[in-house]
């Protein structure tokens, strides 16, 4: 895969609210990201268009989690001009109302200097330090989730939308027309989709991302979350990224394509190199291999990741690379030269994506710098491996759950200075929180088990 030839031109103030008079837009979305990963946005109408612009919307950053505190709330929405694009047309009713467009906003203090909470500037902080280095990291993304079907009151189900498996057509596949609906969507705003398809589990789909600079490769997973959930809430569905809704079957990861360019050229590409892989390529994986553990919290942070990274339904759960095989965590693809590439296979949908790059990127960027070996490929199944073949091939497991995660997490120098003092801290307090408010609840399962047994 090779970085486009020619990028799309960076828009002027003056060019995006003329676009905004001639496309008769009535409202402006100002987008930003939590420490969570949850998508907000203040949205303003035509006669703030210019204001807004100009990053002068304020907003109390005190409302949101892990952002700042009572006395310190006040922050503004400075917009990425090049994030700029008008939203399709949802459903009549909102046409109705006018069109949106939006822009994706850094957070910045009331000086203008950037908010280090902000997990956009969390990783544009890796992209210069890469860029440092004389790299620029592209990724593609594989995305899945789950469409279910609502309850009588509009509550959401785990009613499956259809019973269809991998790759299956319609009629079987019932989230044909809604996954062309949301490509459709997509192309529209300007990503590129290189395929869609049914996944393994009933109800489940995927929708992959054409390769891009991963700033960009972030902003559109955001983006997409958005334009799937609205779109199944127009087909009267619930649209999930949880990573394990169903007990039993596959849950829903995001795999991510991570490769390094200089100068147009990647640089993983080394038709000398042993499996055709140059050695920056191999202190990369090696990287992503040693900070495997610590930034496990960050690219599977829910409770219920755990669920998913378990044996026995494709999820990776053990600590090694291959160029043959998927029961590793990271993989190399068959194709080389320009598409040489390393895929990453922990992730789920459910992560910050803005956090989850940059700690896969200051951990490859760590391999790199410390020059670091890799052990040697497995291209053997590793689910099938005794523990003893574990221990002879140095195979660790990631951590079993949030808690063992977000130990890893601070013991990890490296992706807490990626993160930054701020993000470490609040997100760290916040998965503590959500672990110790599982651990206390009583869950249906201990009541099947154990309530007439004791």
């Known amino acids: 895969m090779t970085p486009s030839a020619q990028s799309r031109p960076q828009p002027s103030r003056?060019?995006?609210?003329?676009?905004?008079?001639?496309?008769?837009?009535?409202?402006?979305?100002?987008?930003?990201?939590?420490?969570?990963?949850?998508?907000?946005?203040?949205?303003?109408?035509?006669?703030?268009?210019?204001?807004?612009?100009?990053?002068?919307?304020t907003f109390d950053g005190s409302a949101v989690q892990g952002f700042t505190r009572v006395e310190e709330s006040d922050m503004l929405l400075s917009p990425d001009l090049s994030t700029f694009l008008v939203y399709p047309q949802f459903s009549r009713e909102e046409g109705e109302r006018g069109k949106v467009a939006r822009l994706i906003c850094d957070v910045t203090l009331p000086d203008g200097a950037p908010f280090t909470g902000d997990p956009r500037h969390?990783?544009?902080?890796?992209?210069?330090?890469?860029?440092?280095?004389?790299?620029?990291?592209?990724?593609?993304?594989?995305?899945?989730?789950?469409?279910?079907?609502?309850?009588?009151?509009?509550?959401?189900t785990t009613v499956t939308h259809d019973k269809a498996g991998y790759f299956d057509l319609a009629p079987i596949d019932r989230g044909e027309r809604i996954r062309r609906e949301i490509a459709g969507r997509l192309v529209s705003m300007g990503f590129e989709i290189e395929a869609s398809h049914h996944e393994v589990a009933p109800g489940q789909h995927e929708i992959d991302f054409r390769y891009s600079p991963a700033l960009e490769a972030a902003d559109r997973i955001a983006t997409f979350k958005f334009v799937v959930k609205r779109t199944a809430l127009e087909h009267g569905l619930l649209a999930s990224f949880l990573p394990k809704p169903i007990a039993g079957v596959s849950?829903?990861?995001?795999?991510?394509?991570?490769?390094?360019?200089?100068?147009?050229?990647?640089?993983?590409?080394?038709?000398?190199?042993?499996?055709?892989?140059?050695?920056?390529?191999?202190q990369f994986v090696a990287g992503l291999l040693d900070h495997a553990e610590?930034?496990?919290?960050?690219?599977?942070?829910?409770?219920?990741?755990?669920?998913?990274?378990?044996?026995?339904?494709?999820?990776?759960?053990?600590?090694?690379?291959?160029t043959s095989n998927?029961?590793?965590?990271?993989?190399?693809?068959?194709?080389?030269?320009?598409?040489?590439?390393?895929?990453?296979?922990?992730?789920?949908?459910?992560?910050?994506?803005?956090?989850?790059?940059?700690?896969?990127?200051?951990?490859?960027?760590?391999?790199?710098?410390?020059?670091?070996?890799?052990?040697?490929?497995i291209q053997r199944n590793i689910?099938?491996?005794?523990?003893?073949?574990?221990?002879?091939?140095?195979?660790?497991?990631?951590?079993?759950?949030?808690?063992?995660?977000?130990?890893?997490?601070?013991?990890?120098?490296?992706?807490?200075?990626?993160?930054?003092?701020?993000?470490?801290?609040?997100?760290?307090?916040?998965?503590?929180?959500?672990?110790?408010?599982?651990?206390?609840?009583?869950?249906?399962?201990?009541?099947?088990?154990?309530?007439?047994?004791?």
């Open 14 to 57: 003056e060019s995006i609210l003329q676009q905004l008079q001639d496309d008769d837009i009535k409202f402006l979305r100002l987008q930003f990201t939590d420490i969570l990963g949850h998508t907000k946005n203040v949205e303003v109408p035509r006669a703030q268009f210019a204001k807004a612009l100009s990053g002068d919307v």
């Open 122 to 156: 969390v990783l544009k902080e890796q992209v210069k330090r890469a860029a440092a280095l004389g790299f620029e990291m592209y990724v593609g993304t594989e995305p899945e989730f789950f469409l279910f079907e609502r309850g009588p009151n509009g509550e959401g």
């Open 251 to 282: 849950g829903s990861g995001m795999h991510c394509h991570l490769s390094l360019f200089r100068g147009g050229q990647n640089v993983f590409d080394d038709p000398a190199g042993e499996h055709g892989l140059s050695v920056t390529a191999h």
């Open 294 to 322: 610590g930034m496990t919290a960050i690219t599977n942070p829910l409770v219920n990741s755990y669920k998913r990274l378990v044996p026995g339904f494709e999820a990776p759960v053990n600590i090694a690379w291959s």
């Open 326 to 377: 998927r029961s590793a965590l990271v993989r190399i693809p068959a194709k080389r030269g320009p598409s040489t590439r390393a895929e990453l296979r922990m992730p789920d949908p459910s992560c910050n994506p803005y956090l989850a790059l940059a700690a896969m990127l200051a951990a490859g960027l760590d391999g790199i710098e410390r020059e670091l070996e890799p052990p040697p490929a």
């Open 383 to 454: 689910f099938k491996m005794t523990v003893r073949e574990k221990r002879h091939h140095r195979v660790k497991e990631l951590p079993a759950d949030l808690r063992e995660a977000v130990d890893e997490l601070e013991k990890d120098e490296v992706i807490a200075a990626a993160l930054g003092e701020h993000v470490m801290d609040n997100y760290v307090a916040a998965k503590r929180a959500e672990w110790r408010e599982y651990s206390a609840a009583v869950h249906q399962w201990e009541l099947d088990r154990y309530l007439d047994l004791v």
